[in-house]
């Protein structure tokens, strides 16, 4: 309630103000009135809300324009389709299929790749291309790619509103997630800054979560960005075991899941129904769901299966194969090295789970996920890397680091380098025309000054997505900038 002293100030009496609010609130009350210039003993309840409702409009005005502002003048602006012809000379081409040229020419027309060659041996005429780009000193890479990621599918984590990555029920093949992909998303440029500049962006949820497809991450709409729409269906293959949360930091040992066998069946039940469906020639009604998996029982789309342990990717994989299902990626694979006879026998290539993970279990090796990669090199399993897992959309900026990490422990630089490039687009099936610096291919390209792989040497100049010279710069480098200037620091 308001204290006697404050009455004393303003006056108050209780047929004026209902008096019951608390000792800070009321306090609160008092000095916010004579901040706006009012005396206490002249108190005119009316005046005041008038003078405080206009005073409101104009910060709320301001704050918007602010804002507003700020959102506008840092998303960098897709970049329009390239006329002139480029020449990027004199740099190291790391090729992405294993080869490097030291001083090598890479010549670009029309958004394609027309010459890769060796500097030392081939001549290129005075006046054959419009701008060349002396890369001395410099490293040329395929732009990397990043599979199984949402991307533009969530903003922030913590806001219902900015996540549309997964939807309700177990059995969502039907769902596209092309279609809510975010070209505005303000991550996205930050993951093109390290490299990333193609991506395959995948829902979550659910048993059968949805279908994917290949965007580039430059493009001022999902139809502009599309590289390979609905390219296959994700199949989310229950855990045996499930993890113990012991607090908000620390996890425990490991627990049966009571309804893996449930779970099981129910997948067994759809994937059979779905065979049925396709068996019939004719319906007397179309189901979607069941005609989002044709593809996937044709061999026109892959199936890609998230599963973990040992036993369940012999399962899951089993599963599938029952019903005639023949193009299988498996996703995550953390025990794939433990049966690469059977993937190899199956031809089943992996998209490896996150590498900067702790082992999954107590008595593993504690650089288990660090030498997956090598593991599967040296047992002739066709792989890439992935960066799924907590604040996944963040993570993506990191995956040229993971492959960093890949050639600490075990691969050759170049063989770490087609685990986000060639490797990758093989996976995908975009292989014909991204992956390589190779002539006919697209002309989806990054210069960096450094090792591209290597945190602290990683500096790209240029990037190119089919030819188009796209901004390297995003709400980072904005505020970079801005207080590099009020310091006035170099």
């Given at each position: 309630m308001f204290t006697s002293d404050m009455k004393q100030r303003i006056g108050l009496k209780p047929a004026?103000?209902?008096?019951?609010?608390?000792?800070?609130?009321?306090?609160?009350?008092?000095?916010?009135?004579?901040?706006?210039?009012?005396?206490?003993?002249?108190?005119n309840l009316k005046e005041i809300?008038?003078?405080?409702?206009?005073?409101?409009?104009?910060?709320?005005l301001v704050t918007f324009a602010c804002i507003s502002f700020t959102a506008f003048a840092?998303?960098?602006?897709?970049?329009?389709?390239?006329?002139?012809?480029?020449?990027?000379?004199?740099?190291?081409?790391?090729?992405g299929n294993g080869k490097v040229i030291q001083n090598g020419l890479v010549g670009i027309k029309n958004g394609k790749i027309v010459l890769v060659a060796d500097a030392g041996t081939s001549r290129v005429e005075n006046?054959?291309?419009?701008?060349?780009?002396?890369?001395?000193?410099?490293?040329?890479?395929?732009?990397?790619?990043?599979?199984?990621?949402?991307?533009g599918l969530v903003e922030?984590?913590?806001?219902r509103a900015e996540t549309d990555v997964a939807d309700i029920g177990a059995f969502n093949p039907e769902l596209r997630s092309l279609i809510a992909y975010n070209t505005d998303s303000k991550i996205t440029p930050v993951v093109r800054i390290n490299g990333v500049l193609t991506a395959q962006i995948v829902p979550r949820g659910g048993l059968v979560s949805g279908t994917s497809s290949v965007v580039s991450l430059d493009a001022w709409n999902w139809q502009d960005a599309t590289i390979k729409t609905d390219d296959g269906v994700h199949l989310d293959w229950p855990r045996m075991h499930r993890r113990i949360r012991l607090n908000e930091d620390q996890?425990?040992?490991?627990a049966d899941n009571k309804n893996y066998d449930k779970e099981v069946q129910l997948i067994q039940k759809f994937f059979a129904d779905a065979h049925a469906y396709m068996e019939q020639k004719t319906h007397e009604e179309t189901d979607i769901k069941m005609e989002a998996m044709r593809g996937i029982f044709n061999g026109t789309e892959t199936l890609f299966i998230h599963a973990e342990s040992a036993k369940e990717i012999l399962a899951s994989i089993t599963l599938v194969k029952n019903y005639g299902i023949s193009k299988i990626v498996l996703v995550g694979g953390l025990d794939s090295w433990m049966i690469t006879d059977f993937l190899k026998q199956n031809n089943i290539a992996v998209i490896i789970r996150r590498l900067h993970s702790q082992p999954e279990r107590p008595e593993g090796d504690v650089d288990e996920t660090y030498k997956l990669p090598y593991e599967l090199q040296k047992a002739g399993i066709l792989f890439c890397l992935g960066t799924a897992g907590d604040m996944e959309q963040n993570a993506t900026r990191n995956l040229?680091?993971?492959a960093g990490t890949a050639a600490a422990y075990g691969l050759s630089k170049e063989e770490a380098l087609q685990a986000i490039t060639l490797n990758a687009a093989k996976i995908l099936g975009i292989d014909s025309h991204l992956g390589s610096i190779e002539e006919g291919k697209d002309a989806t390209i990054i210069v960096s000054s450094g090792d591209a792989l290597d945190m602290e040497t990683n500096n790209i100049l240029w990037a190119f997505i089919m030819g188009?010279?796209?901004?390297?710069?995003s709400v980072q480098t904005a505020l970079y900038k801005e207080y590099m200037n009020k310091y006035g620091l170099k």
């Open positions: 004026n103000i209902v008096d019951f609010v608390t000792p800070d609130l009321s306090r609160g009350l008092l000095n916010s009135i004579e901040n706006m210039g009012f005396s206490p003993n002249n108190l809300k008038t003078h405080y409702i206009n005073n409101m409009k104009k910060f709320l840092q998303q960098p602006i897709p970049a329009k389709p390239e006329t002139k012809s480029i020449l990027l000379a004199n740099g190291t081409i790391h090729i006046g054959s291309y419009d701008t060349t780009i002396n890369c001395m000193g410099k490293q040329i890479y395929p732009g990397f790619i990043a599979p199984n990621c949402t991307l922030t984590e913590s806001v996890m425990g040992g490991y040229p680091f993971m188009r010279n796209i901004q390297l710069t």
